[in-house]
């Protein structure tokens, strides 16, 4: 069975300090791994897509990584915000097609 | 922001009784999905649509059923709203047969008492 975890559950940063958040997933046979974004009372917000072990993606402060068993979501030098709740998902293995597992997601808090 | 509505907005009903969200996309996309969030869960697929008239089952589809007559409309029917049923609920859209790249609707907080 596809399986996507993330951890920590919910990280509290300091403005300025660097931290990283991770999704390993236990797929065989990887098709891509997504990140998102969500703010409360939102709907997600795509982020970035990872094809291939070795790959990684960089939108303003925030850098995305791939191995072979887990993302990596790099926050550097955070702003309050930054805060909110970062997804990771992977597609069902089982179809050929347009599913998404996600994971249960990283809330993160930044302070000025 | 990808043209993608959902109504209502927000919704209160009673046991028993049906309920129908409504998303709505002015992007001509062929993927749509409706999803539940709800604490502890995270995101949960109930069903998908994969063109007009196209539609699956997900994760969590008992209790729920969906219509897409329209590319742009994609119904979400409650039968016989429970009290389990009061989620956030999601509509998505995307272009991508992965389906890694979605757009999502502001989302509709239904609450079944």
């Known amino acids: 069975e596809d399986q996507v975890t993330q951890s920590p559950e919910a990280l509290r940063l300091q403005e300025g300090e660097s931290s990283s958040l991770n999704c390993s997933y236990t797929v065989s046979g990887l098709r891509g791994l997504f990140w998102y974004r969500q703010d409360p009372g939102k709907g997600p917000e795509f982020l970035f897509t990872?094809?291939?072990a070795g790959e990684e993606k960089e939108k303003e402060r925030l850098k995305a990584t791939l191995t072979k068993k887990e993302s990596f979501l790099h926050i550097t030098a955070p702003k309050p915000e930054d805060s909110a709740t970062y997804l990771c998902a992977v597609p069902s293995t089982t179809d050929s097609w347009g599913k998404l597992q996600f994971g249960a997601g990283t809330q993160v808090v930044v302070t000025p | 922001d990808a043209g993608i509505t959902q109504s209502p907005r927000h919704k209160v009903t009673e046991t028993g009784t049906p309920v129908t969200l409504r998303c709505h996309q002015t992007e001509n996309h062929r993927y749509m999905y409706w999803y539940r969030q709800d604490p502890g869960h995270g995101l949960r697929l109930i069903h998908y649509?994969?063109?007009?008239?196209?539609?699956d089952k997900g994760e969590v589809s008992d209790g729920y059923s969906v219509s897409r007559s329209k590319t742009e409309d994609f119904l979400l029917t409650l039968e016989s709203a429970t009290s389990s049923q009061t989620s956030v609920y999601f509509c998505?859209?995307?272009?991508?047969?992965?389906?890694?790249?979605?757009?999502f609707g502001p989302g509709t907080r239904l609450t079944v008492t």
């Open positions: 990872l094809y291939s």
């Open positions: 998505a859209i995307s272009e991508s047969t992965l389906g890694g790249e979605q757009y």
């Open positions: 649509s994969y063109g007009v008239k196209d539609t």
